[in-house]
């Protein structure tokens, strides 16, 4: 998935080419929070993590190595980190609290205001849907409850009602599946 | 280990499931030669992180990065507070479409200011390495002329000796008769002084010199000249170098720095 687009805007915002920055986020923005929202289901917890996520961009652009991933890998592992993090964090606070800020129902999905980004957005959004699709149920729901709600192994495993190595196995098949039916598109945007 | 059990690693690193000896056993593996493991993992890992694009695409505030501005500006910690958003009241639709559209310009034009720069910076670049290419074959040329040259048994060399005003230099000289030409290299010169320069001689026997034109060192000392079309190359005796008045004289009348015969 690296561009040349964004190994150039890397490097330009290592010399702390603001512009460069902003088009950076203008990529990403919209994925990352997306996903911190997903994981933390509050705005202004997401929008921290987003906030802290380009900031450490921002200054820590040497830490980034091109060899172990792209730069979408790299923001999104930093973000989903950060927001299981936070997640776990949080979760006994925000029970005694009385909970955050939460998504009001049926809050329209907003897309990229450039279109080609927009466009790009939607084919990625079908592609991944798709292949997420052609995973049995088990494993999907597998996959999700580790990557969106951070559950542990033991915790997958407990919530299911399965065995361990039944969780790993699913997560192994999952991942190995997702990746065949993504694999022509991994290397193309 | 093994491929399998290498991919389940994978799989459960890629979401954060490892505990702390099977990430111990992951890196080590992936620190391993192994390049298909690591091609696995690297997939992996790509897609993995599409999963989030699976789910409808939200923006964030208008104001977050503007906030993200400010801390960058402020060098203000990590944990910056986020400002719980307001509701926007029916006023701001217009001042909003503005933002949306200027910051659609601005995005636009950013975008195609680095591509257009990066383009520019390739086309430099391909003439730079143009410009290299055209060099390097002349310098191929020059070596397959000289080794021609040197192993054509055809081909008579003369070896030049520095004489008293620069006894350290040297010369050597390769004669093809056949085609009149004389490849002259020399070593250990120094500059020649304001309004003078170097002059090759072709002697052939019993005759009176015969220019062979002029040259210059370089910082190293060294020069170079091919000279074609030189008469009497059959019965060539000897070749010398004299510095003479800049652009040379027809017969020589300096000192001689170099002969050989």
């Given amino acids: ?189 | 280990m093994n491929h399998d059990e290498f991919d389940e690693l994978c799989a459960l690193q890629t979401l954060g499931l490892l505990d702390e000896p099977e990430r111990r056993r992951f890196e080590e593996h992936l620190n391993s030669p192994c390049a298909t493991c690591r091609e696995t993992f690297w997939e992996l890992a790509e897609a993995t992180a599409l999963l989030p694009y699976a789910l409808p695409q939200r923006a964030p505030s208008p104001a977050l990065k503007e906030r993200i501005r400010q801390s960058i500006q402020s060098g203000a910690p990590m944990e910056a507070e986020a400002v719980r958003p307001a509701r926007p009241g029916p006023g701001r639709w217009v001042p909003l479409t503005i933002a949306v559209a200027a910051s659609l310009i601005l995005s636009l034009g950013g975008a195609t200011f680095y591509l257009n720069r990066q383009i520019t910076q390739q086309r430099e670049t391909i003439q730079q390495l143009n410009g290299r290419v055209a060099a390097l074959a002349e310098q191929a040329a020059e070596l397959t002329t000289l080794i021609r040259t040197m192993t054509d048994p055809e081909v008579k060399s003369i070896r030049l000796a520095g004489l008293t005003p620069e006894p350290r230099a040297s010369g050597k000289a390769f004669i093809d008769a056949r085609t009149q030409t004389v490849l002259f290299y020399a070593y250990g010169l120094t500059a020649a002084p304001a309004g003078k320069t170097y002059q090759l001689w072709a002697i052939p026997k019993g005759k009176t010199p015969i220019n062979a034109g002029v040259f210059a060192a370089d910082s190293t000392g060294s020069a170079v000249l091919t000279v074609r079309g030189l008469s009497d190359m059959d019965v060539l005796e000897t070749i010398a170098v004299t510095l003479e008045p800049a652009g040379g004289l027809p017969q020589p009348s300096g000192p001689m720095y170099l002969a050989g015969s």
């Fill in chain 1, 1 to 189: 998935m690296q561009t040349d687009l964004d190994r150039y805007l890397l490097q330009r915002v290592q010399q702390k080419d603001m512009n460069a920055f902003s088009l950076l986020y203008e990529r990403y923005c919209r994925t990352l929070y997306t996903l911190a929202l997903r994981i933390l289901s509050d705005r202004t917890d997401a929008e921290t993590i987003v906030h802290d996520v380009f900031l450490y961009l921002w200054e820590h652009t040497d830490t980034y190595d091109e060899a172990r991933g792209s730069l979408a890998v790299w923001l999104v592992t930093l973000t989903r980190n950060r927001a299981i993090d936070r997640l776990r964090a949080g979760a006994s606070k925000r029970d005694t609290l009385g909970g955050a800020d939460p998504l009001p129902e049926g809050l329209e999905a907003v897309t990229s205001s450039q279109p080609l980004e927009s466009l790009l957005e939607q084919e990625r959004q079908s592609l991944v849907r798709n292949a997420l699709e052609t995973l049995p149920a088990a494993q999907r729901s597998a996959l999700e409850l580790a990557y969106f709600d951070g559950l542990t192994q033991a915790q997958i495993a407990a919530q299911i009602g399965e065995p361990l190595g039944t969780v790993k196995t699913r997560i192994r098949l999952g991942l190995r599946k997702l990746r065949e039916v993504l694999s022509p598109y991994l290397r193309a945007v």
